[in-house]
Nanobody
């Protein structure tokens, strides 16, 4: 049974930082590609960032480039999302996802976490 469990969400003020974590578990589960997506109320789920196991392929959505950093610890099967200079429009449920192929599409991901809520508000 493959599981992705996110943590680290919460309420922050604009300009502050937050780090999300996602731990993957399951027998012999070591996904090639892990990523973050988000879904704001009334909107479709969208890509945020992804990273391959080697770290050679890292992608970001234009809306978060320069502010968010994705990283992973393969020994812990964990992926992180460091979010700086947060804006109210970053408010969403953030989902961790994993896939065998290198992809940034929702449909390309094989496994999903249940999500963690990030609220940016003064």
């Amino acid at each position: 049974q493959v599981q992705l469990v996110e943590s680290g969400g919460g309420l922050v003020q604009p300009g502050e930082s937050l780090t999300l974590s996602c731990a993957a578990s399951g027998r012999t589960f070591s996904p090639n590609n892990m990523g973050w997506f988000r879904q704001a109320p009334g909107k479709e789920r969208e890509f945020v960032a992804s990273i391959t196991r080697s770290g050679n392929s890292i992608y970001y959505a234009d809306s978060v480039k320069g502010r968010f950093t994705v990283s992973r610890d393969n020994a812990k099967n964990t992926v992180y999302l460091q979010m700086n200079s947060l804006k109210p429009e970053d408010t969403a449920v953030y989902y961790c996802a994993a896939s065998g192929i290198t992809t940034i599409t929702v449909s390309g991901m094989n496994y999903w976490g249940k999500g963690t809520l990030v609220t940016v508000s003064s």
